[in-house]
């Protein structure tokens, strides 16, 4: 933190002078003085040097301390890294595991069995720009060289310099409000300065413990993070989010999938010159062929290129491209077992297993997008289409008589509205827009429906039979978010409710996810009483999964400061 605050002390008086850093020194004693109440007389004294600023230096004062807090969150930071390096909180697990007398074998089904989504939300409060956070990662990257009590080399101090003195001399505010899409390409900017890097680390890590604890591996093919995205799917109350929107963010996804994907392929290429293979890889070559890695990697580089060109249009899918996992794990796969089986195996877990272990994990899209809407909005759209059949006002309608409808319509084979029909209010057409633009793909790039505001079972059943009906034929996840204190002191009775549905049991094949909401409910109730209804909704939700043999997932929507 001295050693920061110094340089940008030194930094900030190359712009303004040394008076202003004076300015800056004596505020900074004066509040510290305050908040230590050291002196009655100080809070009269900081409040006078604040009236006395003029308005020429004021925003400068602000980014200056603005800039000190920036710096010590990275410095602390960096020293909570370099003290949890010394034993993490998951090897302690497999102590207590260990200890506790837990076999190995459960131990390795458990392990290979994870399913961690983490999920990218959209704040479009968050204004630091994406330029200066990936300044602040090169700072942090750089304190390994700075060591209390020692000296900092000369050329430490010069690539710290420099870089302070790029982020004081940038514009931290954005000029303009953002949309959907820059949101977008924020978030994709974290996994490839961050999580790109970091997945296969903490596999690698989670693979050498249980190793350590059991004597077994992690299969290659395992991925216990995975990666989900809020940003241009979240339309709840946002009319910024459009179906247009979000299959343009579902493009840009796979742009950047394959243009990271192309900088490991381009890399790859370069290290795997080995002429000697097994037979499944020979067999995909030209005959006589001494390079058979670059082969199979040069056909690879080629379809990856070809991906990210299409994925800068709105053209459907044409021969030639990777729109599957599969296709892309295939030949990694193919080489990296090859490797293994000739003796090459120190070769094949370099950056070839990292570059599937991202495969395995980020998949052709990079991240998935949940699609999130309000019940309203569904309830809006049934009603739009029940008046244009004739059938009455679905809004209208009793829970029974809204679910038989749907259970009725979801097996019917005839269509429930013309494909070229668009009701004229503006959000039922944009809702149903946006079903129809998931079935374009079968949802694919699309991890899940969230429903807010969900309370009843009708409010799931609606979703599916839009889905179906706009031409989703997978099992999509349809995920009621119980947010309210009544919603969530109701959720057990609204699950039982869907369980109790043959049809709807059969449809999701064992498997339910639910949303807990964490900021409504206590805006609705007070945090000690919304944290009380959450605890105990899970505990009912989870009584009602076990006693229909259903496999419940919880997704706890507790992000920002909160979490």
Request: charged share 25%; with cysteine; proline share 3%.
């Amino acid at each position: 933190m001295r050693t920061l605050s110094t340089i940008l002390g030194e930094t900030m008086s190359r712009q303004h002078g040394k008076e202003f850093l004076n300015e800056v020194e004596e505020i900074r004693l004066l509040a510290k003085a305050k908040r230590n109440g050291s002196k009655s007389g100080d809070h009269e004294i900081l409040s006078q040097a604040l009236v006395n600023i003029d308005d020429e230096n004021l925003i400068s004062l602000a980014r200056a301390f603005n800039q000190f807090l920036n710096l010590t969150n990275i410095a602390e930071m960096a020293e909570s890294i370099e003290e949890a390096s010394e034993k993490s909180q998951l090897e302690m697990l497999f102590e207590r595991l260990r200890d506790q007398g837990i076999g190995s074998n459960f131990i390795i089904k458990t392990i290979s069995s994870l399913h961690c989504d983490l999920v990218l939300t959209a704040h479009p409060t968050e204004i630091t720009r994406r330029t200066l956070i990936q300044k602040y990662n090169r700072i942090a990257s750089k304190l390994k060289h700075v060591n209390e009590g020692e000296t900092l080399d000369a050329e430490a101090r010069v690539n710290l310099e420099r870089l302070i003195a790029e982020v004081w001399y940038t514009d931290e505010i954005r000029t303009e409000r953002p949309k959907p899409q820059d949101e977008a390409i924020w978030g994709y900017a974290v996994i490839e300065h961050s999580l790109w890097h970091a997945i296969p680390d903490l596999w690698e890590r989670l693979s050498s413990l249980l190793y350590k604890y059991t004597g077994e591996k992690l299969s290659i093919d395992v991925a216990p993070i995975k990666i989900s995205s809020w940003m241009g799917g979240d339309r709840d109350g946002n009319p910024n989010v459009t179906a247009t929107v979000t299959g343009e963010v579902l493009r840009l996804a796979r742009w950047m999938a394959a243009d990271l994907y192309l900088r490991d392929v381009e890399e790859l290429l370069s290290q795997l010159s080995m002429a000697a293979c097994n037979d499944a890889l020979s067999a995909q070559c030209p005959k006589g062929h001494n390079e058979p890695y670059r082969f199979i990697l040069r056909e690879l580089r080629d379809q990856l290129t070809l991906t990210r060109a299409w994925a800068e249009t709105a053209d459907a899918p044409y021969t030639g491209l990777i729109l599957t996992t599969s296709e892309l794990t295939s030949p990694l796969a193919t080489c990296y077992e090859s490797l293994h089986e000739c003796g090459m195996g120190i070769i094949a877990d370099g950056l070839l297993k990292k570059t599937l272990l991202r495969a395995n994990t980020f998949g052709v899209t990079l991240v998935e997008i949940d699609i999130r809407q309000s019940s309203n909005r569904h309830i809006e759209l049934l009603d739009t289409i029940t008046k244009y059949l004739g059938l009455g006002s679905y809004a209208g309608w009793s829970e029974t008589a809204r679910t038989d409808f749907i259970l009725q319509e979801v097996e019917s084979r005839r269509p429930l509205f013309p494909d070229n029909w668009l009701p004229e209010a503006a959000d039922p057409a944009e809702t149903l827009k946006t079903f129809r633009m998931m079935g374009e793909d079968n949802a694919h790039g699309i991890a899940s429906y969230i429903i807010s505001m969900a309370k009843r079972p009708s409010d799931v059943l609606s979703v599916i039979l839009l889905l179906k009906k706009c031409g989703v034929n997978r099992i999509l996840p349809v995920v009621p978010l119980f947010e309210t204190l009544d919603d969530l002191e109701n959720a057990a009775w609204t699950l039982e409710r869907l369980l109790r549905t043959r049809w709807y049991t059969n449809y999701i094949s064992g498997n339910q996810q639910v949303m807990i909401g964490y900021s409504d409910s206590a805006k609705d109730a007070g945090q000690m009483a919304a944290a009380w209804a959450q605890y105990r909704a899970q505990e009912e939700l989870v009584t009602v999964a076990e006693k229909y043999g259903i496999k419940l997932t919880l997704f706890h929507g507790r992000g920002g400061a909160p979490g």
